[in-house]
């Protein structure tokens, strides 16, 4: 959106009081206030790691009480919300009639199979929880409806509508929260301020793990620290981007190092031409802005138009995917003036999803210093054509010394000497790739 030249402000509500967050305290005798915030800091460290960017405001609900109860306030005035016999808020959701149009869900559906627990005192099954009334031992703010906490739903609208307006453009997650807690938000925020809610809805798709979504209750979940300890943020990020956002996403050791090959191939095109430069038809900034004056070159113009076909990031980087092969075509002819624009281009409209804007050399060698990159191997096979793997201690090795070595024994004719460093070094998940202006080498 912000290539497209759009003003975006991102909000992401961050909900930090619940059940959940009050038992763990509990179990882990600290308080509320100092396990949100550790999760908090954790969550923002593993989103700066994925390149995901910080929103321009993350309200937390406990910092937000008085927008809530005057929402609350507003909704018992309109006599959509009441107060129970066991002091719980509740809102009214037969008084909505426009209750179910997110979710395709008819209220007369929803009723049935629908009950109510027996410590509960609404009034119909359907009806949610707006303030929970006190309870021992539990944090709780002043209202006029008594000491309490608000329920999960009237959080959200609160703070959105604090920090966007009554009315806003667009409110995302996953699909799994449409029904009941988007649904719930609309009516609550609708009825409240007599505005239409939200104009787009996106829902992001599950991630999957061997066609069951992952989820902490099947014990089949991994967290993004887990997995960064295996692959690169970049790659992590490459293998999500690869769907689109509203699919599902499998999860498996066979995609991520899909994506880690496919990244490959991408750098592997970047190598040797200039990092930096402008294209025409992709400007502003390094993000590669879509410019009303001037004309899309003909890559950038199908990239934009997957972009706009509801975030088609999937169709988007096999755009991209063509820009590689013209940009092999024409160093495989040494053509670097025409290969050199067109790699610009490429980490332009790829630097828009947050891709390719890494080094070539680093990401491919897996250092930031190809000259004091180094492997381990086992000492029997460092020197010498008779060496061999069976010693057991390692030993550190310059990757470009092997090179310089194998360079010597290919001047020298010594066939052997130059495929045994080869097999040594890929042994070790080095690959050598000799070219017409030398040889380089990049982690397998």
């Not at 396990?35 to 309200?59: C, K, S, W, Y």
């Not at 992709?282 to 890559?299: A, D, F, I, M, Q």
Request: hydrophobic share 40%.
């Amino acid at each position: 959106l912000r290539a497209l030249g759009y003003q975006v402000t991102y909000v992401r509500n961050i909900t930090d009081i619940d059940d959940k967050i009050i038992r763990r305290a509990h179990e882990n005798h600290e308080t509320i206030g100092a396990l949100t915030a550790r999760f908090i800091q954790a969550m923002n460290e593993d989103a700066d790691r994925l390149g995901v960017l910080r929103p321009d405001h993350e309200p937390r609900a406990t910092e937000h009480i008085g927008e809530i109860v005057a929402m609350i306030g507003s909704l018992m005035a309109k006599d959509y919300a009441y107060q129970a016999g066991n002091g719980d808020v509740y809102y009214s959701v037969s008084r909505f009639k426009g209750y179910g149009k997110l979710s395709g869900k008819h209220l007369d559906e929803l009723r049935v199979g629908a009950r109510v627990e027996m410590d509960e005192s609404k009034r119909e099954p359907l009806d949610f929880v707006l303030w929970k009334a006190a309870k021992p031992d539990e944090p709780s703010w002043d209202s006029p409806w008594g000491k309490g906490r608000p329920g999960w739903h009237i959080e959200c609208s609160a703070m959105s509508t604090h920090c966007l307006g009554e009315h806003f453009d667009i409110h995302g997650g996953g699909m799994d929260l449409q029904f009941p807690h988007h649904e719930n938000e609309i009516a609550q925020s609708e009825a409240a301020t007599g505005q239409t809610f939200v104009n787009i809805w996106m829902h992001n798709g599950f991630v999957r793990v061997a066609d069951e979504k992952m989820s902490k209750s099947l014990g089949n979940f991994f967290t993004v620290r887990e997995v960064l300890a295996r692959y690169r943020p970049e790659e992590i990020r490459y293998f999500i981007l690869a769907s689109h956002y509203r699919s599902p996403l499998s999860y498996s050791e066979e995609n991520l190092q899909l994506a880690r090959s496919e990244l490959t191939r991408f750098y592997t095109a970047l190598r040797g031409l200039p990092s930096m430069g402008e294209e025409k038809g992709v400007k502003g900034e390094g993000l590669g802005v879509r410019s009303n004056t001037s004309p899309l070159t003909p890559y950038a113009s199908r990239f934009f138009s997957a972009m706009d076909d509801d975030f088609n990031t999937r169709e988007a980087i096999a755009v991209l995917f063509d820009m590689v092969r013209e940009i092999n075509s024409h160093k495989s002819h040494e053509d670097i003036a025409k290969a050199a624009p067109l790699a610009a281009q490429l980490r332009k409209l790829a630097g828009i999803i947050g891709l390719l804007q890494g080094d070539p050399e680093a990401y491919l060698q897996g250092t930031a210093d190809r000259f004091t990159a180094v492997v381990h191997v086992a000492t029997g096979a460092l020197v010498g054509g008779g060496a061999n793997l069976k010693g057991t201690a390692e030993k550190v090795i310059n990757v470009e010394e092997m090179i310089a070595q194998r360079n010597a024994a290919r001047e020298a004719k010594n066939w052997a000497e130059s495929d045994r460093i080869r097999d040594l070094l890929k042994a070790n998940r080095i690959i050598l790739e000799d070219g017409a202006h030398g040889t380089t080498w990049r982690r397998e």
